[in-house]
């Protein structure tokens, strides 16, 4: 996965993420695990952008999110038929106990592949949703 992330992202431009605080600790992590890549990892953490903060500040505020700005709440002013109740994993704090029931070796094989796709399926879902918001967003600007 660490590989992955390196493939992935390329050396320089913004890291668009949506609560820095918590993916920067990830980036942390990643770097105390794999001290190889150190410094790359190290770069990430001063290219984040939080687009949270957008809401978390009040530069916007939409009544459907009802003084919260989270993801989940902040989406539907944007996109109201985009939702999260169709996925298997439909929260960030689901998402960790699930990686851990993933990676453990008391998984079978074939619950492990299960849990990666609805892990996947709940990453591209808060993709789509980050995009969703920057081209509104762009286009009120």
Request: overall charge negative; charged content about 25%.
């Amino acid at each position: 996965m660490a590989e992955r992330l390196l493939e992935d992202i390329g050396p320089e431009g913004p890291i668009v993420v949506y609560n820095a605080t918590f993916e920067k600790g990830i980036v942390e992590d990643l770097q105390e695990a794999f001290p190889q890549w150190e410094g790359r990892f190290q770069s990430y953490t001063h290219r984040l952008w939080d687009q949270g903060e957008i809401f978390q500040d009040g530069y916007y505020v939409h009544p459907s999110q009802k003084g919260s700005w989270s993801l989940k709440t902040v989406l539907p002013a944007f996109d109201p038929d985009l939702k999260y109740g169709d996925l298997d994993v439909q929260e960030g704090m689901e998402a960790v106990v699930q990686y851990s029931r993933m990676i453990s070796p008391e998984t079978s094989d074939s619950e492990a592949r299960e849990i990666e796709e609805d892990l996947l399926a709940y990453c591209e879902q808060d993709t789509w949703a980050m995009v969703v918001i920057h081209r509104s967003l762009t286009e009120l600007l």
